[in-house]
Nanobody
């Protein structure tokens, strides 16, 4: 069992940066691929970024590529999402998720049904 707890959300103005953290419990965190998703009001939960178990391949949604960076610290059981140049369209609840499967492909990273564990989410609101 893995528990995920997101933090770092808040209300910010457009153009600023924000870093989200996701702390994981359990000794097997370092073997899991991790992803960030977001859900805006009235919309489906969508893929934002994914990272393999060793921090190797990373994948991004086109809407955040070049602005967001996903990283992880396996010694600290934490995955991060650094967000820069935030826009009002980035407003959403952000969730981290863990994928326990060994295979982590670009297609798999984007598929929310492939993730086995989810956090409770953290709200990010970007004002114009």
């Amino acid at each position: 069992q893995v528990q995920l707890v997101e933090s770092g959300g808040g209300l910010v103005q457009a153009g600023v940066s924000l870093r989200l953290s996701c702390a994981a419990s359990g000794r097997t965190f370092s073997s899991y691929a991790m992803g960030w998703f977001r859900q805006a009001p009235g919309k489906e939960r969508e893929f934002v970024a994914g990272i393999s178990w060793n921090g190797g391949p990373t994948y991004y949604a086109d809407s955040v590529k070049g602005r967001f960076t996903i990283s992880r610290d396996n010694a600290e059981n934490t995955v991060y999402l650094q967000m820069k140049s935030l826009k009002p369209d980035d407003t959403a609840v952000y969730y981290c998720a863990a994928d326990t499967d060994f295979v982590f492909t670009p297609a798999r990273a984007r598929e929310r049904d492939e993730y086995d564990y989810w956090g409770q989410g953290t709200q990010v609101t970007v004002s114009s």
